[in-house]
């Protein structure tokens, strides 16, 4: 059975920094390619950064580049998101996602509110 877990959601000041973390059980990530979703409340679902297989190939929504970073450990089974100069517009729900052939596998959520 395929899992995905995301954590290093939390309460953050503008300005402030926050790691995300997701870590598979039951499917090797090094083989696939792997994103960070997050959704707003009452806004739709938007991809907010994209790593490849190999990790060298990354895109971000314009809206996060420079601010945002995603990283993979494929050792760990684990992908990142490096989030800093955080902005209230940030806050969200973080959810990690990959896909094996036609099936999509999605994160429970990991819960960011950037707020002073």
């Known amino acids: 059975q395929v899992q995905l877990v995301e954590s290093g959601g939390g309460l953050v000041q503008p300005g402030g920094t926050l790691e995300l973390s997701c870590t598979a059980s039951g499917l090797a990530l090094r083989w696939h390619n792997l994103r960070w979703y997050r959704q707003a409340p009452g806004k739709e679902r938007e991809l907010v950064a994209s790593i490849g297989i190999l990790g060298g190939v990354t895109n971000y929504a314009d809206s996060v580049k420079g601010r945002f970073t995603i990283s993979r450990d494929n050792g760990k089974n684990t992908v990142y998101l490096q989030m800093s100069s955080l902005k209230p517009e940030d806050t969200a729900v973080y959810s990690c996602?990959?896909?094996?052939?036609?099936?999509?596998?999605w994160g429970q959520g990991t819960q960011v509110t950037v707020s002073s």
């Open positions: 996602n990959t896909n094996l052939g036609s099936v999509a596998y």
